[in-house]
């Protein structure tokens, strides 16, 4: 079963630095890109920054451009999203989800992990 | 305000067939056939309905289908079940400065 665990989620001042984590498993993690995705209570979604299948090319929205940082260690199947000078705006579920095209983007998001929440308050 | 338009509300009677619309610019829906739909029930992580504007991935049934034209794009689903009542988001690839943006979201009612 293809599965995507998030975690490090929590509470974090405005300002403060958070590492979220995406463990997978049940498919071969190398062969597709990757994205995080965002939801804030109660809204919809919003796409936070995605990384190719080598790791070698990724993207960030502009809201979290300079701030937010994706990377993936294929030895371990595992994503991963610093988060630094975090805002009141950036609190919400953060989601990753994996690329349906594989290495190939199609900017369509085929599998999902259950969310980790970042809460952003002093 | 989001990026694509999506109507806040839609509704249809089990059996009926209920058409969602995405409308967006010519910078995304309009220029790529990257848009794709998902099903979200409260509480619940989002479902990819359809992916490059209307192919549907495996398990997903055909009751699902998309389609575009010029800016805006529609999801229909036919048939419609009581457990079709959700949420539903389109999205579209919209080039190197923006990537994806997504619709407001669209709450389907099963009356």
């Known amino acids: 079963e293809v599965r995507l665990l998030e975690s490090g989620g929590g509470l974090v001042q405005p300002g403060g630095s958070l590492r979220l984590s995406c463990a997978t498993s049940g498919f071969t993690f190398n062969a597709y890109a990757i994205h995080w995705v965002r939801q804030a209570p109660g809204k919809g979604l919003e796409f936070v920054s995605s990384?190719?299948?080598?790791?070698?090319?990724?993207n960030y929205a502009n809201s979290v451009k300079g701030r937010f940082t994706i990377s993936r260690d294929n030895s371990k199947n595992t994503l991963y999203l610093q988060m630094g000078s975090l805002r009141a705006e950036d609190m919400a579920l953060y989601y990753c989800?994996?690329?349906?095209?594989?290495?190939?983007?199609?900017?369509?998001?085929?599998?999902w992990g259950h969310g980790t929440m970042v809460t952003v308050s002093s | 305000q989001s990026a694509l338009t999506q109507p806040p509300s839609a509704s249809g009677s089990p059996g009926q067939s209920v058409t969602i619309s995405c409308t967006g610019t010519s910078s995304d829906v309009g220029e790529f056939n990257y848009v794709s739909w998902y099903q979200q029930h409260p509480g619940k992580a989002p479902k990819l309905l359809i992916y490059?504007?209307?192919k549907r991935p495996s398990g997903v049934p055909d009751r699902f289908s998309g389609s575009k034209s010029d800016n805006t794009a529609s999801l229909t689903v036919s048939g419609l079940q009581a457990e079709d009542e959700a949420d539903y988001y389109c999205s579209s690839y919209a080039g190197i400065n923006n990537f994806v943006l997504f619709g407001g979201g669209t709450k389907l009612t099963v009356l």
């Open positions: 990384i190719s299948s080598n790791g070698v090319t990724t």
């Open positions: 989800a994996r690329e349906v095209g594989g290495l190939r983007w199609s900017w369509a998001f085929d599998v």
């Open positions: 490059e504007v209307n």
